[in-house]
């Protein structure tokens, strides 16, 4: 099996995948189950009283717990020294739940890599694990893949071979979620808490709230002990106080908006039906205004014609990402910021306002949907509008992800076109068009690069010849440009020689009268050969090997005008040059090549932010090389 491919185990449920972990083993201080080992970001620790605080380097982990880590990764240590570890990716939380001696790790948000040797109990089953597996919690759907080594998942008396580029689907077996370790409360006033709830609800509004598993937990009005709240639904009373612990979600509607609350998360009904969220995750939404409070300040959702924020409140921030419609942020006074679809910020409890990602409203250049490409930008990021050319007639969204899978896509919505703000690396992205208030599968997609790169580096110079000689060794040519010629040398002179040169069932040959024997460039290609020598008809011993590549490292484009950051004439000089094989347009506009492969043209001013060079090749795809004038509207 290939370390490289992946076999999922998928079972499509609300509730946090949990793994019990063999933790009798662990010694480092009594009832401890992990231990932060390493973090490349900013990870928080919630205590059974669901706070979130700051965790550090070697911080312990308990039942009860939580761990949570924001834009970086972390490393818990479970067990002694050579247990198990999990690597917790960028947004992920997890619970500590489960009774003394019998720990459970649910996964409740984002992915974690559980990397181990030994039995581990999911609840999608029972896992025999020799390697490394991917677990998953993503919209309401857990998920498990092997990613290295060997495994088997063992439920209803059945075991099931995990084999790597093989996907296994298991179906719930309707056990209880893990203990989120919320604090017990006092029995006695829960059924008058919850009853108060109910009259109050009667009398003063529509404010409804319904629970989907257990624990959570309701503070009634003018009450102080919180009380056990059952799963279903019901009526909330203005005043009162919802937390919600692992494996649990709750739904509160009231004042024409809805607060979902996932594991972890405490809200708040406000006397005037205004739902707060206090903390933990949670997604508003509304098909009408309305508005939710946070720590330091509230969102104000459009509902037009039906609008969603996912929440999420830490000790310092409130994190607010726009999933549908549009909203406007507030904080302190005068600080306000308007939001769509795919944008995000952060609201301190002082009121501040941070922008996190933005949709731009103007492009550098623009793109058909669908098409994959390289820019080369001397100033990254780039601002790109991708143009749905009439495939989606209600408009569509366009998802952008590092992960072909688009598990945690940046999105940008519009009718027409979409703009994204594409930051260095690989990216994949798809158009999805909208009907009805929702998304539908992917209909046009494509990769991209972004590379800061200014196109000025000098191009390298053609090598005509390349001497190597048929002595039983293997060569390598990297070439640059075009492939050169070769020279093979034999060491007998004064008979006639024929060289035999044989790639992918095909031979080719070539004969000469001296030791050396050439080979145009133009007759060879990318791959790899072997070759040997006839002398005066009779075959020579020694077979020898040639390996032909191309160099990725080396330039293709060099771009003499305009240059970056200059004020542009109303006419445009285009200039530059290309190796063989490459073909320039500006706009769609062609522009001629020499036969010293160098271009030139007078272009007008861009209708976009940038001047876009198009460089195409039939196998080095298509390339722009982008130009913005002295002043730049970020």
């Not at 999608?124 to 919209?139: A, C, Q, Y």
């Not at 063992?154 to 099931?160: C, I, K, L, P």
């Not at 009634?220 to 494996?247: C, D, F, H, I, K």
């Not at 946070?294 to 726009?322: C, F, H, M, N, Q």
Request: net charge neutral; with cysteine.
């Amino acid at each position: 099996m290939s370390p490289s491919r992946t076999s999922t185990c998928t079972s499509s449920l609300g509730c946090a995948c949990g793994i019990a972990i063999a933790l009798a083993a662990c010694r480092q201080t009594p009832n401890a189950i992990a231990e932060l080992a390493s973090a490349t970001g900013p990870v928080e620790r919630q205590d059974t009283g669901l706070r979130w605080e700051p965790a550090k380097l070697g911080t312990r982990y308990f039942l009860g717990d939580a761990a949570r880590t924001w834009d970086g990764e972390a490393t818990l240590a479970v067990g002694r020294a050579g247990g198990a570890q999990i690597v917790m990716k960028p947004r992920t939380t997890l619970r500590f739940g489960g009774k003394p001696g019998q720990s459970k790790i649910a996964v409740e948000l984002g992915t974690i890599d559980l990397s181990g040797n030994g039995s581990y109990a999911l609840d999608i089953g029972d896992v025999k694990l020799d390697g490394k597996v991917r677990i998953s919690k993503e919209n309401g759907t857990s998920s498990v893949e092997l990613t290295l080594g060997a495994g088997q998942v063992a439920r209803d008396g059945s075991t099931v071979a995990l084999e790597i580029g093989k996907s296994v689907d298991v179906a719930r077996d309707g056990s209880p979620p893990a203990d989120a370790g919320v604090r017990d409360a006092r029995p006695a006033p829960a059924d008058a808490a919850i009853d108060a709830a109910e009259d109050a609800a009667t009398a003063v509004g529509d404010a409804t709230i319904e629970v989907t598993g257990s624990p959570a937990e309701l503070l009634a009005p003018g009450q102080t002990a919180w009380a056990p709240l059952p799963a279903g639904a019901g009526s909330l009373a203005p005043g009162s106080a919802v937390r919600v612990g692992a494996g649990t979600t709750a739904r509160v509607t009231a004042g024409g908006a809805t607060l979902g609350l996932a594991g972890g998360a405490r809200m708040k009904l406000g006397e005037d039906l205004v739902l707060a969220l206090e903390a933990g995750p949670g997604t508003a939404s509304a098909t009408g205004p309305a508005a939710v409070a946070l720590p330091g300040g509230a969102v104000a959702l459009t509902g037009a014609p039906r609008s969603e924020a996912r929440l999420d409140a830490g000790p310092r921030e409130t994190r607010v990402t726009i999933q549908r419609g549009g909203s406007k942020l507030s904080g302190a006074p005068g600080s306000e910021l308007t939001m769509s679809r795919g944008e995000s910020a952060s609201l301190t409890r002082g009121g501040a306002i941070r922008v996190l990602e933005s949709i731009p409203t103007t492009a550098d250049f623009r793109v058909p949907a669908g098409e994959s490409f390289t820019i080369h930008d001397p100033g990254p990021p780039a601002a790109v509008q991708f143009q749905f050319d009439g495939k989606c007639p209600e408009g569509g969204i366009i998802e952008l992800d590092r992960d072909a899978r688009f598990r945690a896509p940046k999105v940008s919505a519009g009718h027409d076109v979409a703009n994204l703000r594409i930051a260095p690396g690989a990216w994949s992205y798809r158009l999805r068009c909208t009907s009805n208030g929702a998304e539908g599968a992917a209909v046009a997609s494509g990769r991209l690069v972004e590379l800061r790169d200014d196109g000025r580096r000098p191009l390298p110079r053609t090598q005509s010849v390349n001497d190597i000689d048929a002595d039983g060794r293997n060569y390598r040519i990297s070439y640059q440009s075009a492939i050169p010629n070769i020279v093979v040398h034999v060491r007998n002179s004064g008979a006639a020689h024929k060289l035999h040169l044989a790639t992918g069932g095909r031979e080719q040959t070539f004969d000469s009268s001296t030791p050396a024997i050439t080979v145009p460039g133009t007759q060879l290609r990318e791959g790899t050969y072997t070759y040997w020598v006839d002398r005066d008809g009779v075959k020579q011993d020694k077979v020898s090997t040639l390996a032909i590549d191309f160099d990725q490292t080396a330039p293709q484009v060099y771009i003499e005008s305009p240059a970056e950051a200059q004020a542009w004439p109303d006419d445009i000089d285009v200039r530059g040059a290309v190796l063989p094989g490459w073909s320039a347009a500006v706009e769609a506009v062609p522009i001629p090549i020499d036969r010293q492969r160098r271009f030139s043209a007078k272009v007008g001013k861009p209708t976009s932010r940038a001047l876009a060079i198009q460089l195409s090749h039939p196998q080095r795809g298509i390339h722009y090389y982008l130009r913005r004038p002295r002043s730049r509207d970020q």
